[in-house]
């Protein structure tokens, strides 16, 4: 099953190793480098399934982009993986609070990442 992700990441490293990771299990990755160009991306791609975003970024942070995406109708209900550095509590529950459906910290396992994604996209 070919699955639409929107990964969004500023860390152009972390981007790659995402679209290695995802591409070769046949989901189709769209990548974004900042909050902002995460929604600008969200407009112009195929709908995604799931969403995976990190946190700290410049422009507009991982909080700020999962309330912009579940202030859109139309991606109320898309799975938010956030895939960041953090493990705080706090943090996790701020991620929560914003509407983020999962954490998983870095560095990531590609296996339970994938099995995250499959998760979550059913």
Request: proline share 5%; hydrophobic share 40%.
């Given at each position: 099953m070919s699955l639409n992700i929107l990964a969004v990441d500023d860390s152009k490293t972390m981007r790659d190793l995402l679209h290695a990771a995802l591409a070769p299990q046949g989901f189709d990755v769209s990548l974004a480098e900042d909050g902002v160009h995460g929604l600008e991306t969200l407009k112009e791609m195929t709908p995604p399934d799931v969403i995976i975003t990190d946190i700290n970024m410049p422009k507009l942070d991982g909080?700020?982009?999962?309330?912009?995406?579940?202030?859109?109708?139309?991606?109320?209900?898309?799975?938010?993986?956030?895939?960041?550095?953090?493990?705080?509590?706090?943090?996790?529950?701020?991620?929560?609070?914003?509407?983020?459906?999962?954490?998983?910290?870095?560095?990531?396992?590609?296996?339970?990442?994938?099995?995250?994604?499959?998760?979550?996209?059913?």
């Open positions: 909080f700020g982009f999962i309330e912009g995406v579940r202030e859109q109708q139309n991606y109320r209900g898309t799975p938010i993986l956030v895939l960041t550095t953090e493990s705080a509590p706090e943090l996790k529950m701020r991620a929560r609070d914003a509407g983020a459906t999962g954490w998983i910290v870095k560095p990531f396992d590609k296996d339970k990442l994938i099995a995250a994604i499959r998760r979550v996209a059913n």
